[in-house]
Nanobody, 127 residues
Framework: QVQLVESGGGLVQAGGSLRLSCAAAVRTFSSYAMGWFRQSPGNELEFVASSTWSFGSRLYTDSVKGRFTISRDNAKNTVFLQMNSPKPEDTAVYYC????????????????????WGQGTQVTVSS
């Protein structure tokens, strides 16, 4: 059983910064692709960022490019989402996800391609 535990959410002012963490209880963490998704009230689950197992490829949704950075520490089985200059429209519950399967980078934008999910962490950006 794979467990993912997010942390780091909270209230942040627009233009500030926040770092989300997701710790995975798995073996060979470096072999898995990881993703971050978010969902705000009344909206569908939205892709934010992904990182392939080799860390050779990172993808971002257009609205966060240049502001958010996905990174991972394979020694600590943890993936991070650094949120710089957040905007009120970034307010959402953020989820990390993991897949043990091989997917092309573009396919990691689909939430249905992930097998395991964290419980979510609320991020609220005030104006």
């Amino acid at each position: 059983q794979v467990q993912l535990v997010e942390s780091g959410g909270g209230l942040v002012q627009a233009g500030g910064s926040l770092r989300l963490s997701c710790a995975a209880a798995v073996r060979t963490f470096s072999s898995y692709a990881m993703g971050w998704f978010r969902q705000s009230p009344g909206n569908e689950l939205e892709f934010v960022a992904s990182s392939t197992w080799s860390f050779g490829s990172r993808l971002y949704t257009d609205s966060v490019k240049g502001r958010f950075t996905i990174s991972r520490d394979n020694a600590k089985n943890t993936v991070f989402l650094q949120m710089n200059s957040p905007k009120p429209e970034d307010t959402a519950v953020y989820y990390c996800a993991l897949t043990p399967n091989y997917w092309r980078s573009s396919q990691l934008m689909r939430h249905s391609n992930y097998d395991y999910w964290g419980q979510g962490t609320q991020v609220t950006v005030s104006s």
